[in-house]
């Protein structure tokens, strides 16, 4: 094919999908926006144009594919638009959820890798049917253009085996797949490259904790650039306290649950849709922003939930922190890493004893990329916004340019 320009990015949701569409020389976004309650009656789409405001309405969109073709229909759009024919566009990435031991990297779509990756729907039922189709889609609007898959679970692969297996027989891993996969690779990627720029260190030579904490959350242990380690394992459900999502638990509750009735979809929902922050905070909200205003206020059931919360990443951080024999730096990033100011105190006020010496004041007035560590702190803090899309696009150009 021509020279690698145009390259766009999908991530279709359950009921939403994302796209951004870059500008791959220079790595400047073009476009971007979604179109979210993909198959009710109020759906709705935003566009935005490079860096202008954004644009926001109505739409009908009874499936994805419906919805990918009012993106389409925007980037082409003669007053709005940013491309004159779809025919410009060169690559698409898609980001897909679930590679288990099938795909390690990410992969040109073809009609056997398609194959690969709806056998593990059962790994994601409810991400991966919408990431496939998403896939789908784009080769009957795109005809001919190549579409890339790059998984949450790739970047995670250069975990060694005393870190990626269970301690159960071999045989339910090389059956089954069970195993820890972790998620979130594709944003730990991207601000561990961009917290060693920041850092002036070789990639390959960097040792970090990255800490991606939203609404789900997640931690690597990052050694000489390469993931050593990482808190999400089957499923996104394993690891530190979350929105609505308990993290780790002794796996006897569950059995408990089992005796007590409950049937695997129950504690399916229990465990992933009711719990975390939500579950313990006792004001209708899994929000961190709902949860730090009413701990503000005086609500102990709140107060309690961010104590967990806080409680479990530093945790994490010291084992990771001993794990890797230190770290250059810890790294935030995700919606609550980057923005939640109040949650950061709540960890880092506790790491002196790893060499974090913590500036309040750069914590309460400074945002990312930045130190949140004073000069001299012989471990650094720092928060890195995370940029998922353009490392998709990234590993999209990589793979297609090959």
């Known amino acids: 094919m021509s020279a690698i320009e145009n390259v766009l990015v999908v991530n279709s949701g359950s009921s939403s999908l994302k796209f951004t569409l870059y500008r791959i020389d220079g790595e400047r976004r073009l476009a971007n926006g979604l179109v979210e309650r993909i198959g009710s009656d109020n759906a709705n789409m935003v566009y935005r144009r490079g860096d202008e405001p954004k644009a ?46 099938l795909f390690k990297e990410a992969t040109l779509v073809t009609p056997e890798s398609l194959a690969g990756m709806k056998g593990l729907i059962p790994f994601g039922p409810l991400h991966m049917p919408p990431n496939i189709g998403g896939i789908e889609a784009c080769e009957k609007i795109f005809p001919g253009v190549p579409n890339v898959a790059v998984f949450d679970t790739a970047f995670h692969q250069t975990m060694p085996p005393c870190a990626a297996r269970y ?26 490259l961009a917290a060693a720029e920041f850092l002036g260190k070789p990639a390959d030579q960097v040792n970090l904790v990255t800490c991606h904490l939203g609404n789900g959350s997640s931690l690597a242990a990052i050694k000489n650039g390469k993931v050593y380690d990482t808190t999400m394992g089957l499923t996104p459900l394993a690891g530190v306290v979350m929105g609505t999502r308990s993290g780790d638990i002794d796996p006897a509750v569950v059995l408990e649950l089992v005796r007590k009735g409950m049937t695997a979809d129950e504690i399916d929902t229990l465990l992933n849709k009711k719990s975390g922050l939500l579950g313990v905070g006792g004001i209708n909200s899994g929000d961190m922003r709902d949860m730090v205003n009413a701990a503000a206020a005086g609500t102990e059931t709140a107060e309690l939930a961010l104590q967990m919360w806080a ?38 006020s506790r790491l002196a004893c790893l060499g974090v010496d913590f500036d309040e004041e750069a914590n309460a007035t400074r945002s990312g990329p930045c130190y949140l560590t004073k000069p001299g702190s012989r471990v650094a803090a720092i928060v890195m916004p995370t940029d998922e899309e353009l490392m998709i696009a990234r590993e999209t150009y990589a793979v297609v340019a090959k």
């Open 167 to 192: 301690a159960i027989p071999d045989e339910f891993r090389t059956k089954y797949g069970i195993r820890k996969y972790g998620f979130h690779g594709t944003s730990h990627h991207f601000v561990t």
């Open 311 to 348: 409680h479990r990443i530093v945790q994490y951080i010291g084992g990771y922190f001993a794990l890797i024999g230190g770290a250059d730096a810890i790294v935030f990033t995700g919606g609550i890493g980057e923005n939640s100011r109040p949650a950061r105190a709540r960890i880092l």
């Open 56 to 101: 926001e309405h109505a739409v009908q969109a009874r499936d994805h594919a419906e919805a990918l073709q009012l993106v389409c229909k925007a980037l082409t759009d003669p007053a709005t638009g940013v491309l004159k024919s779809l025919d410009e566009v060169d690559a698409i990435g898609h980001r897909v959820l679930h590679g288990a031991d």
